[in-house]
């Protein structure tokens, strides 16, 4: 099994442009989260969903949008980046019930000039 | 709302010195979940533990240790014999066990330690 996926893993902006971060999972978890880390913050949720076609605010949730269309996907989108969106991006899944770890995929670098 | 607290932002230790990491957490929850990742340079987040609130008995796994205190809303994390390779960045977390809220992990801001020769 992959695990969680994120595409891509380095990526430069510049602000105003958009883009979209993926987040693929091949494991049925039906919950999926999107933190970023930044320098002495640790991890911070901006959103979150508990299944497919749903989605909730986290903590840091302003200038991003998500969506979860498939349950295996978690899309987060940058509308109009700005550089204090400049981050590393982490993607994380769990199954619903029993199972009580995070699976965290490897991180997406993001700058935003 | 729940909160994790790392208070040591860096330590520096030399090899072989034994080390703990400090964790306060805050939550109204009964049922909850504690874990310690750890996130070396290459920057991907490992997994080291999962403690349920139910489950005070300390941990122990090789070098690692764990001790876990509801007194205290502590659950700190000690290297026996620390070791160059042990240098990363520390994370304590903690996340809700109602199904309902979406299970959120709240992280602490990190420790990072730094192991020399």
């Known amino acids: 099994n992959a695990g969680v996926t994120q595409t891509p893993k380095f990526r430069v902006l510049k602000t105003g442009q958009s883009m979209t971060l993926l987040c693929a999972q091949d494991m049925n978890h039906e919950y999926m989260y999107w933190y970023r880390q930044d320098p002495g913050m640790g991890l911070r949720l901006i959103h979150y969903s508990v299944g497919e076609g749903t989605t909730a605010k986290g903590e840091v949730p302003d200038g991003y949008n998500v969506s979860r269309l498939k349950k295996q996907n978690f899309l987060l989108g940058l509308e109009s980046a700005a550089p204090s969106q400049t981050s590393v991006y982490f993607c994380?899944?769990?199954?619903?019930?029993?199972?009580?770890?995070?699976?965290f995929g490897s991180g997406t670098r993001l700058t935003v000039v | 709302a729940q909160k994790v607290t790392q208070a040591q932002t860096e330590i520096s230790v030399v090899e072989k010195e034994d080390v703990t990491l400090d964790c306060v957490y805050e939550t109204r929850d009964t049922t909850y979940y504690l874990f310690w990742y750890k996130q070396p340079p290459s920057g991907e987040l490992v997994f080291l533990i999962r403690?349920?609130?139910?489950?005070?008995q300390n941990e122990i796994s090789g070098r690692y240790s764990w001790n876990f205190q509801k007194s205290t809303s502590s659950f700190n994390f000690t290297i026996t014999a620390s070791q160059v390779v042990d240098s990363a960045v520390y994370f304590c977390a903690l996340s809700e066990a109602f199904r309902g809220g979406g299970n959120k992990l709240t992280f602490g801001t990190g420790t990072q330690l730094k192991v020399e020769l």
């Open positions: 994380a899944s769990r199954k619903e019930l029993g199972n009580y770890g995070y699976t």
């Open positions: 403690r349920n609130s139910f489950d005070e």
